[in-house]
Structure formats: C-alpha cells, structure tokens
C-alpha cells in the first residue's frame, strides 16, 4: 500500500492570479499545455517552468492543484504533506554565485569586505525555500484508487516579499493514514520557480491562455531577464538591472551596427515587430540575427525584458528626425573608443531608449546602446561614463540625460517625440 | 492610444524621408516587370550559398516577411536576408522608402542614384544592401565574423529573382492541395507598344521544379473571363 504522486498544477486559475502561477510558453513557437509536474508509468516526470507575480500575490489565496493514486485499498484517512528538500541546482540564483566570487576576489585586499559578502553568500545559499512546506491536508481516495485534483494550500507571505529571481525547489511528499500514524516519504518533485515583481506589462500578455498567443511570457526570456535583475526589489531597480544586463552584452556578443549603417537588426519597425527568438539566441552565444545592434533593438532589448519581470516601460524616442541632432562625445555599445557613433560625426536622425512613464523630459531613461559622458564641466575634459539606467531626459537647463548626450548646439532638436512611445510585438 | 495602436513607421519619419528619398531613387520602369508571390528560398537559387533558419511572418499589413540566414560555402561571411513580399510594385515602393527609415542615419546619405541593378538601391555600408525589385523589398546584412560585400550578394540575389525559368514543363504545377502554400509564382508582365501586356507565369516548388502557369491555375487566383 502506498500514494504517488501523479500530477502538480502550479498555474490553476487562467485569469486571476492572486493565487495562481502565472500563463507561461516556452518561446514563440513552443506553447506550455497541462501541469507543470506530471508523471506517466513509462518516463520520467514532466517538469515545466512556473513563475510569480510576486507583489500581485494574495497569500491567503495561494495554492496548487495535486492528483494521488493509492495502491491498495483506499485508505480511511489520509493525510499528505510536502517538505522542503535538497535541490537538484544549489546556485540556480546567481546572486550566491556572485556575493562568493566577491568574497574570494576581496580576501587578498580586505578581509572584511571579503567576510562581509561571504555571510552575505551563506545567507543567500541558506534562505528557506520560496514555496516553503505544504502541510498535512486530509485526501480522499476513491474506489478506484485516484485523488481527483486536490487544493494545497502554500503560505505565500514570503513569496509576496520576494525578489526577482530564479528559484530551484524540491519537495519530498509524505503520508500518514489512520493505522500508520508516522509520515512516510513516497515521491520527491523538483521544479524551478521564477520570480518576477509583477504581473507582465505589455508586448507580454497574460490573457486569452491559449496555445496560439505567443504573447504569454517565454519561459527562455524570463531565465534571462531574471538572471540579469536577480535580487530586485523595485520596478525601477528592474529596469536599471536590465538596461545593464542588455550593455553588458555588448562585451562580446553584440556591438553598434556602424558596418551596416547603424540598421535595426533584431527589430522591424514597419512591421512593428522585436526579433526575441532571434535576440535571445544571441544572448546564449549563438548567431541570432549576428552581432550588430541599433538604439531601437536595444531600447527593446531593455522594455521587453524589464517588462517581463513586472516594470511599465516604453521604446520612446527623441529627436525630431529632420535636422539630425548632434552628440557630445559618448561611447556606443561595444565600443570602448569616446567620439561620435561609428566616427562619422553625423548624429541622430532620432534615437531610441527604454523609458518610463509618458516618455516626457521628466520621465527616466534606460539606454543600454550609448554610455554618455557626465562630465558637464566646460573646464574639465576628462569623461565620466554613466550608463543611462534611471535619470531623467530632464529639460534643456537640467544636467540629465539631455545635456549629456546631445551637442549643446542640438539641445532643441533633441527633444522628446512622447507620441511615438510604442512596444512592438514580440516574434 | 492603446499599446498597439502604434506599431509602424510615424507619419513624421515617413515626411522626413519622404522629403529626402525624390522621384531619382527610382530607376524607370523596366521594359518587363517583375512580381513575385509566395517567395520561397530554393536550394539552388544562389549557388555557393547555404540558407539557414527561414522564418516567415505574417504581419498583418498585407506584407510577408521571409528571413534566411546565408552562409557562403567555406567561408565565415555570414549574411541575413529579409524579403518582404509587398502585394504589388505600388505598395514595394512605399515600404522601400520605410525600409530607410530602419537606419539612424539621413535616408538621403543611403541611396544611390541612378541605382545600378536594382529599381532602387540603399547602400548605407559595406556590410548592408537594400534594394526594390518589383513587389519585393530585399535587404542583405552582414551578420558573420568576416564582414560580407552585401552589395554582391544582393546583386546575385536579384539576378536569381529576376531570372525567368528556361526549363519549365507544361505539367500543372502544385497550386491545389498539400504544398500548394509553399509554392512562389513568378510573373513578368511586358508591354507591347501598342499598351498591351503580355504576361508569364512560373510556379517554382520549393525542390526547384519549375510549371508554366495560366492565369487560372495561380493560386488564389481566379479564372480570367
């Protein structure tokens, strides 16, 4: 006589998701039909991803779906629980990976700082697991030996107060009957949970639930743009984290397209489309659509990742594309040299960021495709490198995003365009 | 304004580069004009090149969108093309002009006039090419560690679409049933003197097969009366 556990239903409510794992796909042409955890006798178990909306989580209200098979005769009462168990993946969040390397690269130079983020790293590693236990809850077997779908409920408190990030969980499930008192193990399910701060804000949507909307979010995506803004607590920490993420592709994988004339590669604007397959394929070392990038793929870069996770961002853009507005000195993405883009000293016809709000001068900018210089002193030369991630356009008075990217003599010409705020859809 | 409402090129774009792309882009029309419907990539349509990854899209707004990656036979040059497939030269044109407003750069820098092969050629670098051919919008990019001539590719790409089959069989081509979806007509219309035109038609199946088509066999074509 013993249960088993035949399937786990994490995303059980299509439309309210207080309670509920969100609506997720694999990618663009994979769509996720049926539990997230399903065994059949002949292979091993199913486990697809699951994801929150942390901050829309009702902890009252959190549960899954769990169907049981008994063999034997059913028993006259049941009881099943779920314990936290040892993951399969101990670092699937790489803020543990990073405080450790942090710890090793500080113990040469500052034993402190280096224990610092050493406690830092055991706390991360040891943080209790972010679905916990899912106690003892009564189950009725019927006559031919099957549960039917049965509510667990989950504590969700410290689901709510997470962080974006990527969690591996194990649970180990036990019962106990009325004549055998002591809980006993009978399966272990492994799953990996990502975390975002809120629901997904458009190009990505949660309804209609259906396998031919591909605007669900991409279980791929969401790897990614978790990763890069892992331990985010704050919409705009969302937005800043993966404004950097997207720059820091540009060690390597993508640079500014100055050999095909600075042309959108990943995006097409006509068609009002953002090449993610294409892009996330780059981000894991393949060709995708090569290496070249223009502000418009990295403006979606950024608003399609950081809205992903629960941010509100826009593709926004400035200028007013007849003149071309003049820059100051900047660096473009994947190149370390300081000047105009490409050298050519031609400056935008317009040029587009991932920004906030109504894409207004007082709304802040996240551009991953330009390092600006901040230094505004007429008297020093030396550039200061400031990666646009959270300040404000600001007016032509203001010493923001404005003063620092464009030629003082452009300062008109560039302004905000909020009528062409746009998120294009996804393929 | 909804999310959605605003996808495409912005009227302020479209006046910019409408004020910098004249009539001059434009060569004049050719004696035999060229459209081609439901363009497909076939192996052989550039010898010494191997397509990968061919997606096609469907927009939305009349346009198909077919992307291929091209690699050249033992070289590292790698290109992206992107053809989108208008539904006639009217409409090839105006999203040529779109097409410019792709790149950062004054859509008058782009162009180059008189284009020499194409009905109008965007050369914005070594590494891209844009060019109209009849209802198509083709645009070939470098995308490889070794950057690509475009300029050559795209010129040996146009000569591929502008090819008129020698060796078509009088058979019926595949225009009904499975695989009828997948099969690219190609039709050159001439006029005569006179103002009358006179129309060929290909259908190519996606192994290369080549059948002469009537106008009542093109598919989701009807009869002529």
């Given at each position: 006589?013993?249960?088993?556990?035949?399937?786990?239903?994490?995303?059980?409510?299509?439309?309210?998701?207080?309670?509920?794992?969100?609506?997720?796909?694999?990618?663009?042409?994979?769509?996720?039909?049926?539990?997230?955890?399903?065994?059949?006798?002949?292979?091993?178990?199913?486990?697809?991803?699951?994801?929150?909306?942390?901050?829309?989580?009702?902890?009252?209200?959190?549960?899954?779906?769990?169907?049981?098979?008994?063999?034997?005769?059913?028993?006259?009462?049941l009881e099943i629980q779920a314990v936290p168990a040892q993951p399969r993946l101990s670092d699937a969040d790489p803020r543990t990976a990073l405080l450790r390397s942090l710890a090793d690269s500080w113990a040469p130079?500052?034993?402190?700082?280096?224990?610092?983020?050493?406690?830092?790293?055991?706390?991360?590693?040891?943080?209790?697991?972010?679905?916990?236990?899912?106690?003892?809850?009564?189950?009725?077997?019927?006559?031919?030996?099957?549960?039917?779908?049965?509510?667990?409920?989950?504590?969700?408190?410290?689901?709510?107060?997470?962080?974006?990030?990527?969690?591996?969980?194990?649970?180990?499930?036990?019962?106990?009957?009325?004549?055998?008192?002591?809980?006993?193990?009978?399966?272990?399910?492994?799953?990996?949970?990502?975390?975002?701060?809120?629901?997904?804000?458009?190009?990505?949507?949660?309804?209609?639930?259906?396998?031919?909307?591909?605007?669900?979010?991409?279980?791929?995506?969401?790897?990614?743009?978790?990763?890069?803004?892992?331990?985010?607590?704050?919409?705009?920490?969302?937005?800043?984290?993966?404004?950097?993420?997207?720059?820091?592709?540009?060690?390597?994988?993508?640079?500014?397209?100055?050999?095909?004339?600075?042309?959108?590669?990943?995006?097409?604007?006509?068609?009002?489309?953002?090449?993610?397959?294409?892009?996330?394929?780059?981000?894991?070392?393949?060709?995708?659509?090569?290496?070249?990038?223009?502000?418009?793929?990295?403006?979606?870069?950024?608003?399609?990742?950081?809205?992903?996770?629960?941010?509100?961002?826009?593709?926004?853009?400035?200028?007013?594309?007849?003149?071309?507005?003049?820059?100051?000195?900047?660096?473009?993405?994947?190149?370390?040299?300081?000047?105009?883009?490409?050298?050519?000293?031609?400056?935008?016809?317009?040029?587009?960021?991932?920004?906030?709000?109504?894409?207004?001068?007082?709304?802040?900018?996240?551009?991953?495709?330009?390092?600006?210089?901040?230094?505004?002193?007429?008297?020093?030369?030396?550039?200061?490198?400031?990666?646009?991630?959270?300040?404000?356009?600001?007016?032509?008075?203001?010493?923001?995003?404005?003063?620092?990217?464009?030629?003082?003599?452009?300062?008109?010409?560039?302004?905000?365009?909020?009528?062409?705020?746009?998120?294009?859809?996804?393929? | 304004?909804?999310?959605?409402?605003?996808?495409?090129?912005?009227?302020?774009?479209?006046?910019?580069?409408?004020?910098?792309?004249?009539?001059?882009?434009?060569?004049?029309?050719?004696?035999?004009?060229?459209?081609?419907?439901?363009?497909?990539?076939?192996?052989?349509?550039?010898?010494?090149?191997?397509?990968?990854?061919?997606?096609?899209?469907?927009?939305?707004?009349?346009?198909?969108?077919?992307?291929?990656?091209?690699?050249?036979?033992?070289?590292?040059?790698?290109?992206?093309?992107?053809?989108?497939?208008?539904?006639?030269?009217?409409?090839?044109?105006?999203?040529?002009?779109?097409?410019?407003?792709?790149?950062?750069?004054?859509?008058?820098?782009?162009?180059?006039?008189?284009?020499?092969?194409?009905?109008?050629?965007?050369?914005?670098?070594?590494?891209?090419?844009?060019?109209?051919?009849?209802?198509?919008?083709?645009?070939?990019?470098?995308?490889?560690?070794?950057?690509?001539?475009?300029?050559?590719?795209?010129?040996?790409?146009?000569?591929?679409?502008?090819?008129?089959?020698?060796?078509?069989?009088?058979?019926?081509?595949?225009?009904?049933?499975?695989?009828?979806?997948?099969?690219?007509?190609?039709?050159?219309?001439?006029?005569?003197?006179?103002?009358?035109?006179?129309?060929?038609?290909?259908?190519?199946?996606?192994?290369?097969?080549?059948?002469?088509?009537?106008?009542?066999?093109?598919?989701?074509?009807?009869?002529?009366?």
């Open positions: 006589m013993s249960a088993s556990l035949k399937q786990l239903l994490f995303n059980h409510d299509a439309t309210d998701k207080r309670g509920s794992a969100l609506n997720l796909r694999i990618d663009y042409d994979e769509a996720i039909v049926g539990p997230e955890w399903s065994r059949t006798s002949v292979r091993l178990p199913i486990e697809l991803p699951i994801a929150y909306a942390a901050r829309h989580i009702d902890p009252g209200a959190l549960g899954i779906f769990a169907n049981f098979s008994w063999n034997g005769l059913p028993p006259q009462r130079i500052n034993p402190t700082l280096s224990r610092y983020y050493a406690s830092l790293a055991e706390l991360a590693a040891d943080a209790p697991p972010i679905l916990g236990r899912i106690p003892p809850t009564p189950v009725t077997i019927g006559a031919d030996g099957e549960s039917g779908a049965v509510f667990l409920k989950l504590n969700g408190g410290r689901l709510r107060a997470s962080a974006v990030g990527i969690h591996e969980i194990a649970w180990r499930w036990q019962y106990r009957t009325a004549t055998s008192p002591r809980w006993q193990d009978f399966d272990t399910s492994f799953h990996r949970i990502f975390t975002t701060l809120d629901l997904p804000a458009t190009p990505w949507l949660q309804e209609p639930a259906e396998v031919w909307n591909s605007a669900l979010p991409w279980s791929g995506a969401l790897e990614l743009a978790c990763s890069w803004a892992s331990g985010a607590r704050l919409k705009r920490d969302v937005a800043a984290m993966i404004c950097a993420g997207v720059h820091a592709m540009g060690y390597g994988q993508i640079e500014y397209g100055c050999p095909v004339g600075a042309r959108e590669m990943y995006t097409n604007t006509p068609m009002g489309i953002f090449d993610l397959t294409a892009f996330l394929e780059r981000a894991r070392g393949g060709l995708g659509n090569g290496p070249y990038v223009n502000c418009t793929d990295c403006a979606c870069a950024v608003s399609t990742f950081a809205n992903l996770l629960g941010a509100d961002l826009w593709q926004g853009r400035m200028g007013q594309y007849v003149p071309a507005f003049m820059l100051r000195d900047s660096q473009t993405i994947g190149h370390s040299s300081w000047g105009s883009p490409c050298n050519l000293g031609l400056g935008f016809m317009f040029h587009e960021v991932g920004w906030s709000g109504d894409c207004e001068q007082d709304d802040a900018i996240y551009d991953a495709s330009v390092v600006v210089d901040s230094n505004l002193s007429p008297f020093a030369h030396l550039p200061v490198p400031l990666l646009p991630a959270g300040i404000p356009f600001g007016s032509i008075w203001q010493t923001f995003y404005r003063r620092m990217l464009a030629a003082p003599e452009s300062l008109l010409i560039c302004h905000p365009l909020p009528e062409e705020r746009r998120r294009r859809a996804l393929i | 304004m909804s999310d959605t409402d605003f996808t495409a090129t912005s009227r302020a774009q479209m006046d910019a580069v409408g004020q910098a792309v004249g009539e001059e882009a434009f060569a004049p029309a050719p004696e035999e004009e060229i459209s081609v419907r439901n363009f497909g990539f076939t192996a052989d349509m550039l010898p010494g090149w191997i397509f990968a990854r061919a997606r096609e899209i469907d927009t939305g707004r009349g346009v198909r969108l077919i992307q291929v990656n091209a690699q050249a036979t033992g070289s590292e040059s790698m290109a992206r093309i992107e053809i989108l497939e208008t539904e006639d030269a009217g409409q090839g044109r105006a999203l040529f002009m779109e097409t410019l407003a792709r790149f950062q750069r004054d859509p008058a820098d782009l162009l180059r006039i008189p284009p020499r092969f194409a009905e109008a050629e965007a050369v914005p670098g070594q590494g891209t090419f844009v060019f109209l051919r009849g209802n198509l919008v083709v645009t070939v990019a470098s995308i490889g560690a070794v950057i690509l001539q475009a300029e050559d590719l795209a010129e040996a790409l146009d000569q591929s679409i502008c090819k008129k089959p020698q060796d078509a069989s009088d058979s019926k081509p595949v225009t009904s049933g499975r695989g009828a979806d997948r099969t690219m007509v190609k039709s050159f219309t001439r006029r005569t003197a006179r103002g009358d035109a006179r129309q060929e038609a290909f259908a190519i199946s996606p192994d290369g097969s080549v059948a002469r088509v009537s106008d009542s066999d093109e598919p989701g074509q009807k009869g002529s009366e």
